[in-house]
């Protein structure tokens, strides 16, 4: 039973590109919530997603930044044009119901690291 | 906002010693979460705490939250080596029942 996957590991991007970063939720969910991690902080919430709906993108930033999860295939996050602020690790999180487990909090993934060059 | 603030943001220790992370939230918490992030890996769940003044130990960890749930602590006793890493606090950002507000983490070095 595969957990959280996402793709790829390391993502390096010109300024201007853009970034595409896939998360595919373990079995059988289908809330997938993105996170993003700067050096040296902690987490930041993005957006939250269930198929083919935004639930919460508060914490995404308007310009630039999309996300999407289709009712096939895994959840997108896009980032366009990208800038060296983008750089940083982004995680993504399933779970079965609207909520993560309360007992077993979030399960992320592996993460992407975005390096803008 | 709701904020939530750990210290220190570093701690350097010997092997055996013991080692402590506080978080402070600007409100009151439903629950507070621990997360354990090793170098160039990803948050992994430690525990979850939801009652006040609760205390709950996982071998050498041991996790408090505050009677008035505004804040935590992680202790862990005699360190080791395999304990390095990153430990988060994290609490709901209420009335959310999924944004997790998170502490900027305490980084644990075993100094050589």
């Known amino acids: 039973n595969a957990g959280v996957m996402q793709n790829p590991r390391h993502l390096v991007r010109r300024r201007g590109q853009e970034a595409r970063l896939r998360c595919s939720p373990m079995?059988?969910?289908?809330?997938v919530y993105w996170y993003r991690q700067l050096p040296e902080e902690g987490l930041k919430f993005m957006v939250y997603l269930q198929k083919e709906n935004i639930i919460d993108e508060s914490g995404m930033p308007k310009e630039r930044f999309s996300a999407e999860f289709p009712k096939e295939g895994p959840s997108i996050l896009r980032i366009q044009q990208v800038v060296r602020g983008d750089s940083a690790a982004y995680f993504c999180?399933?779970?079965?119901?609207?909520?993560?487990?309360?007992?077993?909090?979030?399960?992320f993934g592996s993460g992407t690291r975005l390096t803008v060059v | 906002g709701q904020q939530v603030m750990q210290i220190p943001q570093y701690q350097h220790v010997q092997e055996g010693e013991d080692f402590t992370t506080y978080c402070n939230s600007s409100t009151t918490l439903s629950n507070i979460q621990w997360y354990k992030q090793r170098p160039g890996g990803h948050p992994v769940f430690l525990i979850q705490l939801v009652k006040s003044g609760e205390v709950k130990k996982q071998k050498r960890l041991t996790f408090q939250f505050g009677e008035a749930k505004k804040n935590s602590s992680l202790h862990i006793t005699a360190t080791q080596t395999t304990d390095v890493g990153t430990y988060f606090c994290a609490g709901y950002n209420t009335p959310s029942n999924y944004q997790l507000i998170w502490g900027a983490g305490t980084k644990l070095i075993i100094k050589p």
């Open positions: 999180a399933s779970s079965l119901r609207d909520r993560p487990s309360h007992s077993y909090g979030y399960t």
């Open positions: 079995k059988g969910h289908s809330h």
